[in-house]
């Protein structure tokens, strides 16, 4: 009796760490946002997406793009009842930092006339992309406000239109999501959980 109790505490014990290394290698991992400002470790070029051309007529059909030098990026906006609309952008440069700006400006007047929108915060703004040479994994910089105010389902809607964009262009890299330079947590005035990294 005594050989089984001490088999079953040894047995319980490995679960216990082993489990507890599982989450919290997930959870308790911070890539470090302040990567060398080398042009290698930006995973796209460093410039301002407001300045992407946008061609919302164009949208259903790219070929009719009058410069070839555009390229055709899908974004996720929201339709009908928190349903992903993917929308088409003809930009310059066909990156995740690219489609992750024009995500965070918005749908068109044209597209809002069709019904299309948008749960996150117009006064939200993208700071950076970065890719961690080390571990391959990318950090989202967004400004503090993507996270403020809105309830469960804004808040759930917002981080879907961004997960969906992000898993167009990231392939299998783990995304991470950053506010102001801090490793996201907490989300809306509810203050909902998040786990990261967010496209697992």
Not at 12 to 37: A, D, M, Q, R
Not at 49 to 70: G, H, K, S, Y
């Amino acid at each position: 009796m005594g050989i089984f109790i001490r088999t079953l505490i040894i047995t319980l014990i490995f679960c216990i760490g082993y489990f507890g290394w599982v989450y919290f290698s997930k959870e308790g991992y911070s890539p470090n946002l302040h990567i060398t400002g080398e042009a290698k470790n930006t995973l796209v070029q460093d410039e301002d997406p407001a300045r992407e051309t946008q061609n919302p007529a164009n949208a259903e059909n790219p070929a009719q793009n009058e410069n070839p030098a555009l390229q055709s990026l899908s974004i996720a906006f929201l339709d009908g009842e928190d349903t992903i609309k993917y929308v088409t952008r003809q930009a310059r440069h066909k990156t995740l930092y690219t489609a992750l700006g024009l995500l965070i400006k918005g749908p068109s007047d044209e597209e809002k006339e069709m019904g299309i929108f948008t749960e996150i915060p117009s006064n939200a703004r993208l700071i950076s992309v970065k890719k961690n040479e080390t571990d391959g994994s990318i950090i989202i910089n967004l400004t503090k406000e993507f996270g403020e105010g809105g309830g469960t389902q804004s808040v759930q809607a917002r981080l879907k239109q961004i997960v969906k964009t992000v898993n167009l262009y990231a392939g299998k890299a783990p995304v991470y999501l950053y506010l102001d330079g801090k490793k996201a947590q907490y989300l809306g005035g509810e203050g909902i959980y998040i786990e990261q990294p967010i496209n697992k």
